[in-house]
């Protein structure tokens, strides 16, 4: 089992920057990929960004390449989302996930509580 929990969001002007954080619990970290995911209001659920067991490997969404970035730390069990040139439409709940396998599938196995990114124009 593992619970994840995000933080590191709020307000911010439009090309501003926040980090967002997701601690996870217990001793398995290592042993799952990690994904960004975000929904804003009256949207699906969409992808962010994924980075593998050891951090060497990532991907993003087309949205957000180039001004993101993923990466992990096993030492401190976290993965942080690093965001950059923020627009208006990046607005949503940012989501953190575990995964098993890599890619991510489909079905991830542990989801955080989310964590509210608002973008002012």
């Known amino acids: 089992q593992v619970q994840l929990v995000e933080s590191g969001g709020g307000l911010v002007q439009a090309g501003g920057s926040l980090r967002l954080s997701c601690a996870a619990s217990g001793r398995t970290f290592r042993n799952y990929a990690m994904g960004w995911f975000r929904q804003a209001p009256g949207k699906e659920r969409e992808f962010v960004a994924a980075?593998?067991?050891?951090?060497?490997?990532?991907y993003y969404a087309d949205s957000v390449k180039g001004r993101f970035t993923i990466s992990r730390d096993n030492a401190k069990n976290t993965v942080y989302l690093q965001m950059n040139s923020l627009k208006p439409e990046d607005t949503a709940v940012y989501y953190c996930?575990?995964?098993?396998?890599?890619?991510?599938?489909?079905?991830?196995?542990?989801w955080g509580q989310g964590t509210q990114v608002t973008v002012s124009s």
């Open positions: 980075i593998s067991w050891s951090g060497s490997s990532t």
């Open positions: 996930a575990a995964d098993r396998d890599y890619p991510l599938t489909l079905s991830l196995d542990f």
